[in-house]
């Protein structure tokens, strides 16, 4: 078995990157890329805590948090689309009738 | 080594890798392969930490599916939409490393410190996965978490609802961003 | 072949009511497309009732507090926050009706279903007794809210939309990374598991710490704590009038009372830790709320800015980390959700046919106007400026009280310098109703009565508590004893 603190670093680093993809990126999309990134980062860590401590917990809320990436993916890419149709664009810099 | 660890140092720094060049990618396609990549490898480490049924969950529903809706949200934005790599923070990028190695070292020194399931006695995780890991999650969801399995109902009756309200108005929404864009143009 | 464990479904009841209530209002618009709104509004209404009757029943329970396999909590703080929820939704109901009917938009049949569900998660949340479950709730009510943001056919509407999610699924991560962390720590995600295992351990209790600044992150953008309000203003004043009112008022509710179970008794243990956290979370939404709202010149997002000052004051009553706290921030969200859902109904009576007239400017001369919708602005605005006699009053003393008892006196002046710089942005809005000529030519009145009768039921309380406080706090009294 690999070692915890091996996993939970890993996971911190796939965290800060789709935190990092966040607040950098600009298109939409990849916005929404970068979120999911960061639900794998939980992903892997519910898993290596799930091994450690050797209850099925953890994957059962990995399940779970895959389920509803995956709703919530749905729901993202449709506003977005809705969004390219109304102002033609998904660049969040440009999404600008109100005040940031 | 065991050949655990191996297959982990193989994987990690790939996934890793992986991750960050879809940071850094201008092509909205190449930063979701990219990102496949990176789930396979994820997909890599359940299995090696004994959670098989999640290896197949993932790389059909992530891997598969989700992957599958993102490029095909891009195919239909078009292609070539890139992306500017511009920062719009000054100093962002070495920010944002820096406090990811802190949030790393954060995790690794709070693991060191000693939690406490050490202590517990582990059952060992064959006996946990008796009769099949699959079983196992089957007999856990089912019986200890049946009722936010049932919760989960309800998210996607809202998920299918909001699809298709935002994508029914297609005729009429048309229309409607072609004034919205008229009005726009007479007042700039 | 499973052993079952033991089913009682009846502390789920009301959500179950309000999750069918949704279905058959979908089926319904799905069979008979042409029906009218009224019908529509009937069914969920009715619903509504059922599910605040089922909630009401649980009242006086008896027997284990936590049910079905450890998912739900069957206390009277889900009773309280599942009534006034409940409440929230069927002014809101009332108020989408006849928003959707003046704005000349498309018919938005899946307006009540989307309502429903989101109620539907706001009680799950707040009767949640595993990490499991508040996620999932929480995904259900901001899922639906997304959508309803977007349920306008202005461009604005869209644009919060997307702001919304965008922002609310990053929290989403945040607030997971913090409940994998937590399950680290102590190997389960019940809420009172934590507290037992967190307990019963000695030092090394850094993944806790952990788990819970990312947990404070999640609870922060949910219920908008400075300086996790970045998406505030812009939600609010995007999103329709109705759906801003129902979502300013309710999910506060919600998310507070999910915050209030993982502070007070997840993380009690750790009691002293997380105190200096929502100290300072408290402070600064108090004061960048309170002034930020001052520079506005759009009702909705004044109104936006005053929120976030009083999520600051709700945290303020919940730094207690006591019983006398937890009344204390209870009694605060009930006051709030009343006199915000009355403000924002107000503003979308007085901008006709969707959202014209949210300007500052538009409310001058109102008062000779519009007596009757004047009146009841000037009663929300005072009650959120925490003038006597009304609950806003009431409620700031309380928070402020509790803070003094634990020992937070500094927080307690700066929420009471706060709230005398705030007063100075709600009086502004009486001002300009009662001792300026109305601008501008003749416009068209809106002077419909059902909106006006389902502001009743805010404005009511908003006096009634304000005036006899007791009525309710003998009842939140045993709703703020916590049982795990």
Redesign the interface.
């Known amino acids: 078995m690999i070692r915890l603190p091996l996993v ?1 670093v890993f996971s911190a680093l796939l ?1 800060s990157a ?1 935190v990092y993809g ?1 607040l950098a990126r600009r298109n ?1 999309v990849l ?2 890329m970068s ?1 999911e990134l ?2 794998n ?2 992903n892997v ?2 898993v ?2 799930s091994a ?2 050797r ?1 099925l ?2 994957q ?2 990995a399940l ?2 895959i389920a ?1 990436a995956a ?2 993916v749905g ?2 890419l449709a ?2 689309i ?2 390219f149709r ?2 033609e664009t998904i660049n ?1 810099d440009e ?1 600008n ?4 | 080594m065991p050949l655990d660890n191996v297959v982990f140092w193989v994987f990690a720094p790939i996934a890793v890798a992986s991750a960050i060049a879809m940071l850094v990618q201008r092509n909205a396609v190449h930063a979701a392969l990219l990102l496949i990549v990176n789930f396979f490898c994820i997909a890599v480490f359940y299995l090696l930490l004994g959670a098989p049924f999640l290896f197949a969950v993932q790389v059909i529903v992530y891997a598969g599916a989700i992957m599958v809706l993102f490029l095909f949200v891009i195919m239909l934005l078009g292609v070539d939409r890139g992306d500017t790599l511009r920062e719009r923070l000054v100093g962002q990028r070495p920010a944002a490393i820096g406090l990811g190695l802190a949030l790393a070292l ?2 690794f ?3 060191r ?5 050490a202590a ?1 006695a582990p059952v060992g995780f064959e006996k946990v996965n008796a009769g099949g890991n699959a079983q196992a999650l089957a ?1 856990v969801l ?7 399995f049932e ?2 109902s ?2 996607l ?3 299918a ?2 699809a ?3 994508a029914q ?1 297609k005729a ?2 048309i229309t ?2 072609g004034a ?1 864009a008229a009005g726009r143009g007479e007042v700039a | 072949m ?4 033991k089913l009682d479904f009846l502390p ?1 009841l009301p959500e179950l009511i309000l ?1 069918g209530a ?2 058959v209002t ?1 089926l319904y618009e799905a069979l008979a497309p042409r029906a009218s709104r009224a019908t529509h509004l009937g069914l969920s209404l009715v619903g509504l009732a059922a599910a605040a009757g089922a909630s009401i029943a649980l009242w006086d329970r008896t027997g284990d507090p936590t049910v ?5 909590q069957a206390d009277r703080l889900a009773v309280v926050a599942r009534v006034i929820i409940i409440s929230v939704a069927a002014v809101g109901l009332l108020l989408g009706t006849h928003y959707y009917d003046r704005s000349g938009d ?1 018919r938005r049949g ?1 307006f009540y ?2 309502v429903l ?1 989101a109620t ?2 706001m009680t ?1 949340i707040v009767a949640a007794a ?1 990490l ?2 508040v ?3 929480l ?2 009510l901001s ?2 809210l ?2 309803l943001t ?2 306008s ?1 202005r ?2 509407a ?6 919304y ?2 922002l609310g ?2 929290a ?2 945040f607030f ?2 913090g ?3 937590a ?7 019940k809420i009172a598991g934590i507290a037992h ?1 967190l307990a019963g ?1 000695t030092g ?7 788990a819970l600044g990312f947990l404070a992150i999640g609870f922060g953008f949910k219920v908008s704590a400075v300086p996790f309000h ?1 998406w505030t ?2 939600v609010y ?2 999103a329709p009038t109705p759906v801003t009112a129902f979502m300013a008022a309710a999910t506060k509710v919600a998310a507070f009372g999910a915050l209030i179970r993982v502070l007070d008794v997840s993380f009690q243990p750790l009691a002293w830790d997380w105190m200096p956290v929502i100290w300072a979370l408290a402070a600064a939404s108090v004061v960048v709320g309170s002034v930020l709202a001052i520079a506005q010149s759009d009702v909705k997002r004044m109104l936006a800015y005053s929120s976030i000052a009083h999520a600051g004051f709700v945290l303020t009553g919940l730094t207690a980390a006591n019983q006398d706290g937890i009344r204390a921030a209870l009694f605060y969200l009930i006051a709030y959700a009343m006199m915000t859902l009355g403000s924002f109904g107000v503003v979308m009576l007085v901008s006709v046919r969707g959202e014209e007239r949210t300007s500052l400017a538009s409310y001058s001369g109102l008062g000779r106007r519009q007596p009757l919708l004047a009146g009841l602005m000037a009663l929300f605005m005072l009650s959120l400026a925490g003038i006597p006699p009304t609950a806003g009053f009431i409620a700031k003393v309380g928070v402020f009280g509790a803070a003094i008892r634990a020992g937070h006196w500094q927080l307690a002046l700066v929420g009471v310098v706060s709230s005398v710089a705030a007063a100075f942005f709600y009086l502004r809005v009486v001002v300009l109703m009662y001792m300026q000529e109305p601008q501008g030519e003749e416009q068209e009145e809106d002077r419909s009565p059902l909106p006006r009768l389902a502001l009743a039921v805010p404005a009511i309380l908003t006096l009634v508590l304000g005036v006899f406080p007791q009525m309710l706090l003998g009842v939140l009294d045993k709703a703020s004893v916590l049982r795990w």
């Open positions: 939970l965290f789709g966040v939409a916005v929404l979120i960061m639900l980062a939980v860590n519910l290596g805590f450690a401590l209850s917990t953890g059962i809320f779970f948090v509803v709703a919530e729901i993202g506003i977005v809705l969004l109304n102002r969040v999404v009738l109100l005040k940031w | 954060e995790v020194f709070a693991v410190a000693g939690v406490g399931f517990k007999r089912f019986r200890d978490y049946f009722f936010p919760a989960t309800v998210l009756i809202v998920a609802i909001a298709m309200v935002l108005r009429r929404a409607q961003a919205e | 499973l052993p079952t464990p789920v999750a949704g279905i979908l079905l396999a450890g998912a739900i498309e899946e279903p989307l569900f539907t998660g799950l595993d499991i479950v996620f999932l709730a995904e259900i899922l639906s997304y959508v977007g349920m056919r461009g604005q869209t644009e919060a939309s997307m702001k999610f965008l699924a990053f989403s991560a997971l990374y409940v994998a962390m399950y680290g720590a102590t190997g389960t995600t295992a351990q090394g209790q850094a993944l806790a710490l952990v970045m203003p812009d004043q995007g």
